[in-house]
């Protein structure tokens, strides 16, 4: 098996068809086909359905697609590692940023990265965060931002801060109280996400021992539909003072503190043992600690610091 057939094989994937990807990968198409035919009757199955339209994935062609890229990723560390024995910081990093986190600190890492280590390239994944923990353990990411500290097999968690969860509505709608009982949630029409979600499970959890059951008209998963139907009057919502602080401050929305110490969030950075250790993930994993502190510390990120002091 060689390295251009899993490049090949997953340019691919992405570009749907043979002859797109023969085009990107600058490789003629009869000769891309036949390395993939041979890679095929080396993994012994079919990756591919083809069709006048194109091709698509098989379900053994999905699972080797997930394999091929952590190998070639693999690869690319290793040319890394390397490259770093100069002891300057360069190369990829894969991090994982959930949404409500990205929309807080995606542009200030960013900003941070390109003046304090501009050998390195990062590529920034926002997704929920019980996806980052699937690619982290899988060794997709290198690092990612998580909620909860609880220990986890193939993670290593180093706890940030708790940030605060709060009620937010129309400005529209009733004067809000700067507290509320979680009793209102059973009164007001709430737009939360699925079960599913870990924010959910905190609401939930805060909400059983007091037999509260929140009057739930809609599950939203996108944090921006969540804010618009909210802004639109359908109905609150609970989030974390950071994602709704610049609508709050700006009287596109209002929010009001809840009376429960269990509404809370843990924010932890996580790394994974699956993806070795290189120069580049190091000095990315102290920034982004750095980063999200100064914002806590600062108010930019409305929440407490309980990670390593400055």
């Not at 036949?34 to 698509?56: D, K, M, P, Y």
């Not at 697609?65 to 024995?85: K, N, Q, T, Y």
């Not at 700067?178 to 499970?201: D, F, N, Q, V, Y």
Request: with cysteine; hydrophobic share 45%.
């Amino acid at each position: 098996m060689e390295l251009r057939q899993l490049r090949y094989f997953i340019g691919a994937s992405e570009a749907g068809s043979l002859l797109k990807a023969s085009t990107r990968l600058h490789v003629a198409q009869p000769a891309l086909g036949q390395q993939i035919a041979a890679l095929e009757s080396e993994v012994g199955a079919q990756l591919f359905n083809r069709s006048s339209r194109g091709v698509t994935l098989t379900d053994a062609g999905k699972v080797f697609l997930d394999h091929a890229r952590v190998v070639l990723s693999d690869i690319e560390r290793a040319r890394d590692a390397v490259r770093e024995l100069d002891s300057v910081p360069r190369g990829e990093v894969a991090i994982g940023l959930p949404t409500t986190v990205g929309l807080t600190a995606t542009v200030a890492i960013l900003g941070a990265c390109r003046t304090r280590l501009p050998e390195v390239r990062l590529k920034v994944v926002e997704a929920y965060s019980g996806f980052l923990r699937e690619w982290l353990q899988s060794g997709r990411l290198d690092l990612a931002v998580l909620f909860g500290d609880a220990a986890e097999p193939g993670l290593i968690k180093q706890p940030l801060l708790d940030e605060w969860l709060v009620f937010v509505a129309s400005p529209a709608g009733p004067k809000l109280p700067k507290r509320l009982p979680l009793s209102a949630l059973s009164r007001w029409p709430m737009i939360l996400p699925g079960k599913e979600h870990g924010l959910r499970k905190i609401i939930d959890d805060a909400c059983a021992p007091l037999s509260v059951q929140p009057n739930v008209v809609a599950e939203v998963e996108s944090l921006r539909s969540v804010k618009l139907a909210v802004q639109g009057g359908i109905g609150a919502t609970i989030l974390p003072l950071g994602s709704v602080a610049e609508e709050v401050a700006s009287g596109a929305l209002r929010s009001a503190r809840l009376e429960s110490s269990a509404m809370t969030r843990r924010v932890v950075c996580a790394t994974s043992t699956v993806r070795p250790a290189t120069l580049a993930k190091s000095a990315v994993h102290s920034l982004v600690q750095e980063v999200i502190r100064d914002m806590v510390l600062s108010s930019a990120w409305p929440a407490r610091w309980i990670g390593e002091p400055a």
